[in-house]
């Protein structure tokens, strides 16, 4: 390791590899590219709202002229944004207005995190410039902490922008009265474009812009690319969003710090430590930079806190989880095989000590009557026909997994994944003595892995070999979940297909979990 690389990781390590530094270690290790400049609309990507608290939450904006250009078309200056909130969708009757800066380094993108708000109603808001103004976005404050109302909310994610039309995100936005929408990852895909009907992992429906990202400027394309899909922005412009992000927004199957490109015996030639820490670095940047999350999100070079828990009254309150960042490195090799014993490890981790403490100490202080954990990764058991099981779950941490669903008895648990690109719906047992404490609403991707099917081919055999998981859709679309006092619902929507624009919207399964009895139950 050379002397340049050996300072890029101590920065990382530090928590520097950000801003104007961070942009100067990526010089050391990529070549640099001119700044296009381009005037115009700077509202070209949309606008968007999330992590509602009972008075406010956080608006967003990104400044983009020129959005596939190297900075979105932006001069490298500050740029003052204004922006209101009014009680009505025309902006006659304004609450609240203010300034934010666009700054270069944050890819001119604004953040403005609210407060002052009345809890459990709707507002309506926009930025403008001195010679342009934004969409107008809806949004919505959490209820407030003594609320015993329903609460309602979509579970999504796994939006392969090359995979279909996320024609799903359209029928999203016109869902009512939605108190939240949780992504739960794979917002990009890092992949390099290919040629529409080209070869590779996928249908190519349409191209990504560009090489594989691995710089800053590279994540933010692609971003921009995704953000300009009006069924995506229709969804943003509609509802406050929750989002956490998985392995697409960096590298596939990444964990802590670890690429997957790891010298293994699935990819022999190893990416340096340090390249891959600027790689993260730049992604973490630039999933806030695009994501309407609040500032205690703001990554320092590869340190992000994206764990966070929000209360939605006496109903709910939500978990949001990270399962990559603080994650051991998947045993065995990875992909999905036989168990070696390295799955047995007592003290392996997903979620890391600080996050899995901060969850037992939030979920014993819990009020609401709905504990729900928004993730990533499959936490049902899955044993295949062949008994092999995917490393990249939380089967691969089985001990972790036991931790994990101690803390959940008897608190009327409910778990979101994505991850798969199908929808589950799963049974949680502890072990050994195979008692439900909770329960798995699995969401099936956006787009990923094209328009799907009715059921996979090995469905009905894994359901067979593994009587917890009670439901399966290989269809594509979200889940709607609405929280009552007694019960929890997921009711699966779905399009029959993606590969062409315009799919109507079908519901494919509904269950309810009931407070006091864990457990998937047909409604």
Same mark, same amino acid.
């Given at each position: 390791m050379?002397?340049a690389?050996?300072?890029?990781?101590?920065?990382?390590?530090?928590?520097?590899?950000?801003?104007?530094?961070?942009?100067?270690a990526?010089a050391?290790?990529?070549p640099?590219c001119?700044?296009?400049?381009?005037p115009?609309?700077?509202f070209?990507?949309?606008?968007?709202?999330?992590?509602?608290?009972?008075?406010?939450?956080?608006?967003?904006?990104?400044?983009?002229p020129?959005?596939?250009a190297?900075?979105?078309?932006?001069e490298?200056?500050?740029?003052?944004?204004s922006?209101?909130?009014?009680g009505?969708s025309?902006?006659?009757?304004?609450?609240?207005?203010?300034?934010?800066?666009a700054?270069?380094?944050?890819?001119h993108?604004v953040h403005?995190?609210l407060?002052?708000?009345e809890? +459990?109603?709707?507002y309506?808001?926009?930025?403008?410039?001195?010679?342009?103004?934004?969409s107008?976005?809806?949004t919505?404050?959490?209820?407030?902490? +003594?609320?015993?109302?329903?609460v309602?909310?979509?579970?999504?994610?796994?939006?392969?922008y090359e995979?279909?039309?996320f024609?799903?995100?359209?029928?999203a936005?016109l869902?009512?009265?939605?108190?939240?929408?949780?992504h739960?990852?794979?917002?990009?895909?890092?992949?390099?474009?290919?040629p529409?009907g080209?070869r590779?992992w996928?249908?190519a429906?349409?191209?990504?812009?560009?090489?594989e990202?691995?710089?800053?400027?590279?994540?933010?394309?692609?971003?921009?690319?995704y953000?300009?899909?009006?069924?995506l922005?229709?969804?943003?412009a509609?509802?406050p969003?929750?989002?956490t992000?998985?392995d697409?927004?960096v590298?596939n199957?990444?964990?802590s710090?670890i690429?997957?490109?790891?010298?293994?015996r699935?990819?022999?030639v190893?990416?340096p430590?340090?390249?891959?820490?600027?790689r993260?670095? =730049?992604?973490?940047?630039?999933?806030?930079?695009?994501?309407?999350v609040?500032?205690?999100?703001?990554p320092? +070079?590869?340190?992000i806190?994206?764990?966070?828990?929000?209360?939605f009254?006496?109903?709910l309150?939500?978990?949001?989880?990270?399962t990559r960042?603080?994650?051991d490195?998947?045993?065995?090799? /990875?992909g999905?095989?036989l168990?070696?014993?390295a799955?047995?490890?007592?003290?392996?981790q997903?979620?890391?000590?600080a996050q899995?403490?901060?969850l037992?100490d939030g979920?014993?202080r819990g009020q609401a009557?709905?504990?729900v954990?928004?993730?990533?990764i499959f936490?049902?058991?899955?044993?295949?026909?062949?008994?092999?099981?995917?490393?990249?779950?939380? /089967?691969?941490?089985?001990? =972790?997994?036991?931790?994990?669903?101690d803390?959940?008895?008897?608190r009327n648990?409910?778990?979101?994944? +994505?991850?798969?690109?199908?929808?589950?719906?799963?049974d949680?047992?502890?072990?050994?003595?195979?008692?439900?404490?909770?329960v798995?609403?699995?969401g099936?991707?956006?787009t990923?892995?094209?328009?799907?099917?009715?059921?996979?081919?090995?469905?009905?055999?894994?359901m067979?070999?593994?009587p917890h998981l009670?439901?399966?859709?290989?269809?594509r679309g979200?889940?709607?979940?609405v929280a009552?006092?007694?019960?929890?619902?997921?009711?699966y929507r779905a399009?029959p297909?993606?590969?062409q624009a315009?799919?109507?919207?079908?519901?494919?399964?509904?269950?309810?979990t009931?407070?006091?009895?864990?457990?998937?139950?047909?409604?």
């Open positions: 050379d002397s690389a050996r300072q890029v990781l101590a920065l990382a390590r530090r928590g520097l590899l950000r801003g104007a530094t961070g942009l100067s990526l050391v290790l990529q640099s001119a700044r296009s400049q381009a115009g609309n700077p070209t990507l949309g606008l968007a709202s999330g992590d509602p608290w009972p008075d406010g939450m956080v608006i967003w904006t990104r400044l983009a020129d959005p596939m190297t900075g979105g078309g932006m490298a200056a500050p740029v003052e944004v922006w209101e909130v009014a009505d025309r902006m006659a009757r304004v609450l609240r207005r203010g300034t934010a800066t700054r270069p380094e944050a890819g993108s403005v995190e407060t002052g708000l809890p +459990g109603r709707t309506f808001y926009r930025f403008y410039t001195a010679r342009h103004a934004s107008i976005g809806r919505r404050t959490a209820p407030a902490a +003594g609320s015993e109302a329903p309602r909310f979509l579970n999504a994610g796994c939006q392969n995979h279909g039309y024609t799903a995100w359209r029928h936005a869902e009512e009265e939605i108190d939240f929408v949780f739960y990852g794979d917002y990009i895909y890092e992949y390099a474009g290919r529409v080209g590779g996928g249908p429906v349409r191209s990504h812009h560009g090489g990202a691995t710089t800053l400027e590279d994540y933010r394309a692609r971003y921009a690319q953000r300009l899909d009006p069924d922005a229709a969804a943003h509609a509802h969003f929750i989002c992000y998985d697409h927004e590298e199957n990444w964990v710090l690429s997957q490109r790891d010298g293994g699935r990819f022999p190893a990416t430590p340090e390249v891959f820490a600027l993260a670095a =730049a992604a973490f940047q630039a999933w806030y930079e695009n994501s309407p609040r500032a205690a999100a703001l320092r +070079g590869t340190d806190t994206a764990f966070r828990r929000l209360r009254g006496r109903t309150d939500f978990h949001a989880l990270d960042r603080f994650r490195d998947q045993p065995c090799g /990875d999905v095989v168990p070696c014993e799955v047995a490890r007592p003290e392996a997903v979620l890391g000590a899995e403490s901060w037992r979920l014993a009557r709905w504990q954990l928004g993730q990533q936490v049902a058991p899955r044993i295949f026909p062949n008994g092999a099981r995917s490393m990249d779950s939380w /089967d691969g941490y089985p001990s =972790a997994r036991a931790r994990l669903l803390m959940l008895a008897g648990a409910v778990i979101l994944t +994505g991850d798969v690109h199908r929808a589950w719906a799963n949680l047992q502890a072990q050994p003595e195979g008692r439900v404490v909770a798995e609403f699995v099936t991707s956006i990923s892995e094209g328009d799907g099917s009715e059921a996979q081919p090995t469905a009905a055999a894994a067979s070999l593994n009670k439901f399966h859709s290989n269809r979200y889940t709607l979940q009552r006092a007694d019960r929890l619902e997921a009711i399009v297909y993606v590969q315009g799919a109507p919207r079908e519901d494919r399964g509904h269950f309810v009931l407070a006091g009895q864990p457990g998937v139950v047909p409604a």
